[in-house]
């Protein structure tokens, strides 16, 4: 299909582990973000890529978090020495101007 | 400080009738809302927006009301069907700035049949 999709769709890791999370956005569109949603709570934005410009990492909650997002493309997400609060689902979204698409989510579980 | 509010987490509504979903926002610079549909283990899908020189649009049982002097936006489904069932987020945007939308906490609709 033509969406954002995301992998993996379920992550279990053990606590003080690094993880990858992927997105791979619609093709042409120039900005992707990362949102994440923990149980019961909206969403809360993380980091946001848009074209060629340095990336808005105003929203990642500490240095444990880093994404990249290589040829203006596919991103990247990762959580390094993985906390128990980290679990939630992390969304992937692009856009081309105001609406954003979303992708399905990968739900990280840190036991 | 909570740019976007959704001040109700849930709503429960009778199938057949109208939901009405509230979302305020403090932030006058904003001039382009929306509002997104979430189920379960899905991502958010856009359903309808509204620019602030509007203060009506309307697309099939969906309609979204602006109240730019109040700032205030509804969102009002009518008539609720039980796949209307989902969580609900409002979103408002400042189009002159980078294209990020500030989201609300999202509001669960169930209808009930």
């Known amino acids: 299909g033509a969406g954002v999709s995301q992998s993996p769709s379920n992550k279990v890791t053990e606590k003080g582990k690094d993880v990858e999370l992927r997105c791979d956005p619609i093709?042409?569109?120039?900005?992707l973000y990362w949102y994440r949603q923990s149980l019961g709570q909206g969403l809360e934005f993380l980091i946001y890529?848009?074209?060629?410009?340095?990336?808005?990492k105003s929203g990642l909650p500490s240095d444990r978090f880093s994404a990249e997002r290589t040829g203006g493309s596919v991103s990247t997400l990762t959580i390094q020495r993985t906390q128990q609060e980290d679990s939630a689902v992390y969304l992937c979204?692009?856009?081309?101007?105001?609406?954003?698409?979303f992708g399905p989510g990968t739900r990280l579980t840190v036991l | 400080d909570q740019q976007v509010k959704q001040n109700s987490p849930s709503l429960s509504v009778q199938e057949g009738r109208i939901s009405i979903l509230n979302c305020d926002y403090t932030?006058?610079?904003?001039?382009?809302f929306l509002w997104y549909k979430k189920y379960p283990a899905e991502g958010p899908t856009f359903l309808i927006s509204?620019?602030?020189i509007k203060d009506k649009n309307e697309d099939g049982r969906f309609t979204v009301f602006l109240n730019k002097s109040a700032k205030h936006l509804s969102l009002h489904i009518v008539p609720s069907q039980p796949g209307d069932s989902a969580v609900y987020f409002c979103?408002?945007?400042?189009?002159?700035?980078?294209?990020?939308?500030?989201w609300g906490a999202g509001t669960k609709l169930i209808i009930k049949p």
């Open positions: 932030n006058s610079m904003f001039d382009y």
């Open positions: 979204a692009s856009s081309l101007q105001v609406e954003q698409f």
């Open positions: 890529f848009q074209g060629n410009s340095a990336p808005d």
């Open positions: 093709s042409g569109h120039t900005a």
């Open positions: 509204i620019s602030s």
């Open positions: 979103a408002a945007i400042f189009t002159d700035s980078n294209y990020q939308l500030i």
